[in-house]
């Protein structure tokens, strides 16, 4: 229902930062929460951080919490992922996914995804 489409991703020295966008189609984002998955080649996609339509809740994967931050503007219909301290084991497509009222942590919750940035950090 609602259109995702992902930017900001690249390559990047480990210790590095990025800063990822998810920018969102339709007149009713606050509405939506909103989360970053990841998936590495081989591997499942897993969860790394959420956000509550409103902004007040926040979710992180353990493996990102101190170092990722999420947040949004809902009057830009844009949510962002601000990574800093990269390490190599962050490589991955990045995908922002939304759902239509709270926020969960588990990708079958989702319903509208984005086309995936590449991240890449090297050492």
């Known amino acids: 229902q609602v259109q995702l489409v992902e930017s900001g991703g690249g390559l990047v020295q480990a210790g590095g930062s990025l800063r990822l966008t998810c920018a969102a189609s339709g007149r009713t984002f606050s509405g939506y929460s909103v989360g970053w998955f990841r998936q590495a080649p081989g591997k499942k996609r897993d969860f790394v951080a959420g956000?509550?339509?409103?902004?007040?809740?926040?979710a992180y994967a353990d493996s990102v919490k101190g170092r990722f931050t999420i947040s949004r503007d809902n009057a830009k219909n844009t949510v962002y992922l601000q990574m800093n301290s990269l390490k190599p084991e962050d490589t991955a497509v990045y995908s922002c996914a939304g759902r239509w009222g709270l926020l969960k942590t588990v990708e079958q919750s989702f319903d509208s995804w984005g086309q995936g940035t590449q991240v890449t950090v090297s050492s």
């Open positions: 956000i509550s339509g409103n902004g007040v809740s926040t």
